[in-house]
């Protein structure tokens, strides 16, 4: 790495958003005498989930975002700066200023890289001649703009390969304008492309989705992915898995670009195969690295990369890490299950609440079908959860009643 003597750090938490922050607070909350560090660039904190509403209109964007300070946890080391290289054989990572930290434990919560740059002519139109993502703090309000524009004409949505963060907020934008379109008699043909086999990675959820499309007349396309964009002349081209391509023209194309493991990660020891941090499912302890954990969407788990699976992983990482440094293995029985959770939303006012566990299992935390859209979760993902988000997830509280279980009465038809 550098030749400058490290700084010796307890705890190093490389990354301070929905994973980095609430990690930080529950892990001080439970031994305040514990030095943490948290490496974090941004002045800024995104509530990301509110971007599917910032680009329905339901939401304003200024109401996604709050200053990062007062969100740090206090008595936590907050270090303004990004990791620009991990060295775990020798408990170090190298600073982008070009500090060296030796640390005792690391905890990584880098989240994931959006590869916008992957598709071609992408960046150059983002903003402009209809093209826009909610995969973005920026242009969340300009995808309600042309919403709100749109006189008529072909509306394109993408979903990229898997993993991606929230899987469902994809679709969710097309049921969004698809039902402000409807109840402003706009005459917009709808098309939502994924490079997927089907509407949702859970066939419980997929078949309830499946007839929500259809109530749209929106057609799907399967194992087709976006590959390039000509946004003056408003045209997609899609290409599918034996490298056959297609153009559309669009008047509205809805974007969610490619997603990958950030690069610091891929080219560090860290990673497992497809680049992630390659951990334990069920403890999230790196499975070379012992004095390693990591957690939220950087991670290998098969969970989907949602902030509902953060709030389960937070627990767990703080009961298995202070077991790691009481070198006490009988308390290491913090084990996470792959909840996840995706409300999707069908239309203004309506909210299908698909909750899972790992392997597909459904789960709900609610005594009824999870299949059925309902007002009240709307207003859950409207009002409650960004209250849920910024007074107790980001502080580390542990959240996790009532219990989402699996529902006997619910049956897959
Ligand atoms: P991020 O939030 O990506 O944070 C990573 C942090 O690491 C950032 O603060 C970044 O600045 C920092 N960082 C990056 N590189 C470095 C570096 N080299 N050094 C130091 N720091 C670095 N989830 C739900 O549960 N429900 C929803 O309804 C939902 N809807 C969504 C809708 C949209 C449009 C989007 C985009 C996301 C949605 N999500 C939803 C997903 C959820 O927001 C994410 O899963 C969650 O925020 C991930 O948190 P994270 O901390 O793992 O990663």
Redesign the pocket.
């Known amino acids: 790495m550098n030749n400058t003597s490290p700084k010796y750090c307890q705890v190093v938490i490389?990354?301070?958003?929905?994973?980095?922050i609430s990690m930080a607070a529950a892990l001080k909350a439970a031994r305040p005498e514990l030095h943490i560090s948290l490496?974090?660039?941004?002045q800024q904190?995104?509530?990301?989930?509110a971007?599917?509403l910032v680009?329905g209109g339901a939401m304003t964007q200024q109401q996604s975002v709050r200053d990062q300070a007062p969100l740090i946890p206090k008595g936590v080391e907050w270090i303004r700066?990004?990791?620009?290289a991990f060295d775990p054989d020798n408990n170090q990572l190298t600073l982008?200023t070009g500090g060296l930290l030796e640390y005792k434990y690391l905890v990584v919560?880098?989240?994931?890289q959006l590869n916008w740059a992957a598709i071609e002519g992408l960046e150059q139109t983002l903003g402009a001649n209809g093209v826009t993502s909610?995969?973005s703090f920026d242009l969340?309000p300009y995808t309600w703009q042309c919403v709100k524009n749109l006189k008529g004409g072909r509306a394109l949505f993408t979903q990229p390969p898997m993993p991606i963060?929230?899987a469902?907020?994809p679709q969710?934008i097309l049921y969004l304008a698809a039902d402000h379109w409807r109840r402003n008699n706009v005459s917009a043909e709808s098309h939502f492309f994924t490079q997927g086999a089907a509407m949702f990675g859970v066939p419980f959820y997929a078949k309830a989705l499946n007839k929500i499309v259809a109530s749209y007349g929106a057609t799907p396309h399967f194992g087709m992915n976006l590959t390039a964009v000509d946004g003056a002349n408003q045209v997609a081209t899609f290409t599918d898995a034996e490298g056959n391509t297609r153009t559309e023209k669009f008047n509205f194309l809805h974007v969610t670009p490619p997603q990958s493991a950030?690069d610091?990660i891929k080219q560090s020891a860290l990673a497992g195969a497809g680049g992630w941090v390659e951990v334990d499912r069920n403890s999230l302890q790196h499975k070379r690295f012992d004095n390693v954990f990591a957690?939220?969407?950087?991670t290998d788990t098969p969970n989907a990369?949602?902030?509902?699976?953060?709030r389960r992983q937070f627990p767990v990482v703080v009961t298995n890490l202070l077991a790691s440094i009481d070198q006490n293995s009988a308390a290491a029985n913090g084990s996470y299950d792959g909840y996840?959770?995706?409300?999707l939303t069908t239309e203004k006012g309506k909210v299908l609440m698909a909750e899972f566990r790992y392997d597909g299992e459904v789960v709900s935390s609610f005594n009824c079908d999870p299949r059925v859209p309902r007002r009240f979760y709307w207003w859950m993902?409207e009002k409650f959860?960004p209250l849920l988000y910024w007074n107790v997830i980001l502080k580390g509280r542990d959240w996790n009643k009532p219990e989402a279980k699996p529902r006997p009465g619910v049956t897959e038809e």
């Open positions: 490389a990354g301070g958003s929905t994973a980095g490496i974090e660039p941004s904190h995104y509530y990301q989930p971007w599917t680009g700066d990004r990791v620009a982008e919560a880098l989240g994931l909610n995969y969340a963060k929230c469902g907020a969710k950030p610091v957690l939220g969407d950087c990369k949602t902030a509902a699976a953060i996840g959770g995706c409300p993902k959860f």
